[in-house]
């Protein structure tokens, strides 16, 4: 069975840095479009960056410029936060997906306090 397993996040202080990955059991990765996404208290899930199979990415505007998504050749998706602030402070679920397939961790705390 398929499954992505979020790991990295935790408390940071307003400033610092953290490195989030989804490992992939089951299956390569290698022609999904990977993604991370988000969700706030009381607010809807939405989606921080995005990578292609061909490796081309996409980010909220909120984070562009802070956070940077990568993936090895294999079944690992990469998001580095930089410059993280109390508005960055969620539950980030990986997410993959390939044609009418999409998959989602169980998604890991990044808190910044404010």
């Known amino acids: 069975q398929v499954q992505l397993v979020e790991s990295g996040g935790g408390l940071v202080q307003a400033g610092g840095s953290l490195r989030l990955s989804c490992a992939a059991s089951?299956?390569?990765?290698?022609?999904?479009?990977m993604g991370w996404y988000r969700q706030a208290p009381g607010k809807q899930r939405e989606l921080v960056a995005g990578i292609t199979s061909g490796g081309t990415t996409n980010y909220a505007d909120s984070v562009k410029g802070r956070f940077t998504i990568s993936k090895d050749n294999t079944k690992t998706v990469y998001l580095l936060m930089n410059s993280l602030n109390s508005e960055d402070t969620a539950v980030y679920y990986c997410?993959?997906?390939?044609?009418?397939?999409?998959?989602w961790g169980q998604g890991t705390q990044v808190t910044v306090p404010s």
């Open positions: 997410n993959a997906s390939r044609q009418a397939t999409i998959l």
């Open positions: 089951g299956t390569i990765f290698r022609f999904w479009t």
